[in-house]
C-alpha cells in the first residue's frame, strides 16, 4: 500500500473495492469475490492504465503448486473459479487482472 500512495504512476487506488460474482464450484451458490486491489496508473508512454490485483501464497494457485495436500489443492480450484470471473469482469470494464505471489513480491526473503 505504500508502494502505492508513494509511485507517482498511480493515480488511484482502492483496497477490496470491486465485488465480483461467480459460482462457487463447491457449493453450486452463487457469491462474491473481491480482489484484493484495483489500481489506476500512468504507463510510460502516458496511457492510463488500470489492474485488478489478487495476492496469493504460490501453492494456492495451481492444483501442481498445490502438491497432495487437500486443503490447497481446493483452495486452488476455488481460486480458478474467481480468476475466471474476474477476468472476464476485468475485460468487460477495460482494466487487467493478475495474481501476484510471493515469487513476484520478494527477493531472497525481501520485499522487492
Known sequence: MRF???????????S??????Y???????NTIYVPDFLIIYQNKAGARLGELIEI?????TTL???GKSVRD??????????????NAW????????????EAE???QGRAR
Not at 477490496?16 to 460474482?21: G, K, M, V
Not at 459460482?23 to 451458490?29: D, E
Not at 496469493?56 to 494456492?60: M, N
Request: aromatic content about 8%; proline content about 7%; charged content about 20%.
Open 4 to 14: 502505492c500512495d508513494n509511485n507517482p504512476a498511480v493515480l488511484q487506488w482502492a
Open 16 to 21: 477490496e473495492a470491486i465485488h465480483i460474482p
Open 23 to 29: 459460482r462457487n464450484p463447491f457449493t453450486n451458490r
Open 56 to 60: 496469493k501464497p504460490g501453492k494456492q
Open 64 to 66: 501442481e503448486a498445490a
Open 73 to 86: 489443492q481446493a483452495a486452488a480450484v476455488l481460486n480458478m473459479h474467481k480468476w475466471q470471473a474476474a
Open 90 to 101: 476485468a475485460k468487460e470494464n477495460g482494466l487487467r487482472f493478475r495474481v501476484l505471489t
Open 105 to 107: 513480491m520478494f527477493h
